[in-house]
């Protein structure tokens, strides 16, 4: 920040003045008291000339500045518009002089005792007080009635005050523009617009304040910045207004050490930030009485510590929620009280935005407490979230990511606790969540990770539902509970891995139903791993499921299930072994459409990869192209007689993921010309991961289980394409041969 306009009047002051007067740097806190020492030495300088005028005798303030006078004590009420530009408003264009130039420095205060006021003449045409082109304005101890600005500075103006009361204007109290600079000390101002003003403060085109002690009232907007401006605050700032609290774009909102800001009433917006950036990460935030949205980001940044924003309610009116972040913004929330309902979601994050949220104390009656969408990412830590959900209490979608740690979650109503789709993450650790219905619920390939201490409770549904190609890791840790359903249900080629530990003593039981009935259901060809020490009473299978133990128990597996309840091996007495698998294998060049290809598989234990190579000749000389499969979770189960009559093995893999690098600039030309997977950036020697991305050919999708087969032959491996659908019929024609 620039220094405070009177370090820069120094400048020109005499050299017997400068050792007199106080400066300031930026983060420096303006005091009264110094400036009032800096005014006392520029009067001994006798660089200010002092007068006292007496409006109510017929003197005026114009009248004592064109005497040269610049240093103005004010008697009774001045009813006149202090105009000081370099140029006429009305023939700017024109660039004719107005003849009234203003001083480089003016002081006007009102004699102590006598309430001086400067009331406006121009029936709120014109602005009451303005001064441009590098003018210095001290307002102390006074009133502004009226004008179209009570006070403006622009064009390298400085303007500051002290003790001010502004009352009856038109578009705003203050305007500071084009490059200028405001200061109001300890004494403060307080703004009343008389419900008829637009705009408290405005500081636009690159200006900047640094403000103490500010009461608006009675206006449509409270503060507004634009165009690259900044405004440091400090003390009490309190805002009543109409319709906006505080209004930003492109601009800052700043705190200094440790301020107390209230907005109180807006219809629209307490907070709303355009492409800007707010830090009050000290004092505190108070949000009352609004009828619109509490805090609303686009792209923009945010840090806000101690913010409360208690009975927020707008049901009834669509959906107005307390806090949203949109288009990229990116929020950090410590120390947060947030209570309210809405016919949607009270807290809204979407468009690519990010949020960390702390000692978070949420609560209310919504359809959502807070929604996560379109490639979003949210941690929740130390915090707390209730409330009566219609829906959810916690929605994730569209490959969004929510992290929540150390945190509880309780939905009162019948709606799920949280609930993931299209793709989404979930991780979750040290984690209390109690639901009336699913506590989870995933859907369409999403994956959630379950860590720690976590406690998850259902006491209808079941507690954890995993639908849709989703999946589930367990820890070893988590406790999981349900009372009048399955804890959880697996279903449509989804699956549940429980972590193992190697040396376990008496297993564990994590899972626990209150009442008769299985403790997971799986059906509709999905897959659970129970790991080692994990103890389970009772799984149930419906139509072609498959179930792995890797040293945990099940005490009762129903017969439609692969798996023994005991020993951890399959019920089938030949079973594939995964060891047979490991190491790499190479197919020879065989025809792949109009182009040819080899395919490398290396297995390490339970991990894989698949490399295609793409040639152009018979001869697989040169690859023109290579597309690399990640696998995980690979899992040999029991044998499979094949259409042929031949015989093999079942297995089962999810895959992680699937890049594509071209090799030549030819190729990576082509790519680019046929925007392959919706990109244009292909670049030769680049690998780019496709995952998700909607490309001209099928491949499988993350995190959903696919099911396969194979047979070896000596030292060649023949497999089945794999398939979300079910086991293959057969396996392919061509072996990959162990290198």
């Not at 206006?219 to 401006?229: D, E, T």
């Not at 060891?579 to 294998?585: A, E, H, N, T, V």
Request: net charge negative; glycine share 10%.
């Amino acid at each position: 920040m620039k220094k405070l306009f009177l370090s820069l009047i120094s400048l020109a002051l005499a050299v017997s003045a400068y050792a007199q007067l106080n400066t300031f740097q930026e983060g420096d806190v303006i005091s009264a008291e110094k400036m009032n020492e800096n005014f006392q030495a520029l009067i001994n300088s006798n660089v200010l000339r002092s007068t006292t005028v007496n409006c109510d005798d017929g003197e005026t303030i114009n009248g004592a500045i064109e005497k040269g006078f610049n240093d103005i004590m004010v008697k009774g009420t001045c009813k006149e518009n202090l105009r000081y530009t370099v140029w006429r408003e009305d023939t700017a264009e024109n660039r004719q002089p107005s003849g009234k130039l203003a001083p480089r420095f003016l002081k006007i205060s009102g004699v102590e005792s006598t309430n001086a006021t400067i009331e406006d003449t121009s029936a709120n045409a014109d602005s009451l007080v303005i001064v441009k082109g590098g003018t210095t304005l001290f307002l102390k101890d006074i009133a502004l009635s009226g004008g179209e600005y009570s006070v403006a500075g622009q064009r390298n103006a400085n303007v500051y005050l002290s003790n001010v009361l502004m009352s009856g204007f038109g578009f705003s109290a203050i305007t500071i523009a084009d490059s200028a600079f405001l200061g109001i000390d300890e004494q403060g101002v307080e703004i009343d617009g008389n419900d008829m003003g637009d705009n408290g403060i405005v500081i636009g085109t690159g200006s900047s304040g640094w403000v103490n002690n500010v009461k608006i009232s009675g206006v449509r907007r409270g503060i507004y910045l634009i165009g690259g401006s900044m405004l440091w605050f400090q003390n009490e700032m309190s805002i009543g207004s109409s319709e906006i609290g505080v209004d930003i774009y492109n601009s800052r909102f700043m705190n200094f050490q440790e301020p107390n800001l209230t907005i109180q009433g807006p219809s629209d917006f307490a907070i709303r930030t355009h492409q800007g950036d707010i830090k009050i990460d000290s004092g505190s935030t108070s949000i009352n009485n609004i009828g619109g949205r509490g805090i609303d980001l686009w792209q923009s940044k945010a840090s806000i510590n101690n913010l409360k924003l208690l009975d927020f309610n707008n049901t009834g009116s669509g959906w107005s929620p307390a806090i949203q972040i949109s288009e990229g913004s990116n929020v950090d929330l410590e120390n947060v009280q947030i209570t309210g309902s809405t016919d949607e979601a009270l807290i809204g994050i979407d468009r690519g935005s990010t949020a960390e949220i702390r000692n978070a104390n949420i609560s209310g009656d919504f359809d959502t407490l807070m929604m996560i969408g379109q490639s979003s990412y949210v941690g929740l830590n130390r915090s707390s979230l209730a409330g009566n959900a219609i829906g959810k209490l916690i929605g994730v979608f569209q490959l969004s990511t929510l992290t929540v740690r150390d945190s509880s979650i309780d939905s009162n109503s019948r709606g799920d606790g949280i609930n993931l789709s299209n793709s989404s993450n979930l991780q979750l650790e040290n984690v209390n969540i109690d639901s009336e219905d699913n506590s989870l619920y995933l859907t369409t390939g999403s994956v959630a990770q379950i860590r720690g201490n976590s406690n998850i409770n259902s006491a209808n549904g079941p507690s954890v539902v995993i639908d849709r190609g989703s999946g589930v890791r367990l820890g070893f840790g988590p406790k999981i509970n349900s009372i009048n359903d399955s804890v959880f249900e697996i279903r449509k080629s989804s699956w549940l891995d429980m972590d193992g530990f190697e040396e376990v003593g008496v297993p564990t039981e994590n899972l626990v139903r209150q009442d008769p009935g299985p403790t997971i259901s799986i059906r509709d060809m999905s897959f659970l791993s129970v790991g080692n020490g994990n103890y389970i009473e009772e799984v149930t299978c419906f139509g072609q499921s498959f179930v792995s133990l890797g040293g945990g128990i099940i005490n009762d597996l129903s017969s439609s299930c692969t798996g023994d309840g005991n020993s951890g091996t399959s019920n089938n007495s030949d079973v594939g072994s995964l060891s047979d698998l490991q190491g790499s294998w190479l197919t020879t060049c065989q025809a792949d459409g109009d182009s040819f290809s080899t395919e490398l598989l290396e297995v390490n234990e339970t991990d894989a990869t698949i490399s295609v190579s793409i040639y152009p000749d018979s001869e697989c000389t040169t690859a023109e192209a290579l597309f690399t499969a990640s696998i995980s979770n690979l899992s040999v189960g029991e044998d499979i007689d094949f259409d042929d009559g031949s015989s093999g093995y079942k297995f089962s893999l999810i895959q992680q993921g699937l890049t594509i690098t071209p090799l030549f600039d030819e190729m990576a030309a082509q790519f680019n010309q046929y925007s392959l997977c919706g990109k244009t950036d292909w670049a030769p020697n680049q690998s780019t991961e496709v995952m998700g991305l909607s490309c001209d050919f099928e491949y499988p999708a993350k995190d959903v289980i696919q099911y396969g087969a194979y047979k070896i032959l000596g030292s060649s491996l023949y497999l089945g394409e794999s398939s979300p659908r079910g086991y293959p019929p057969n396996v392919d024609g061509y072996p990959f041969v162990k290198q």
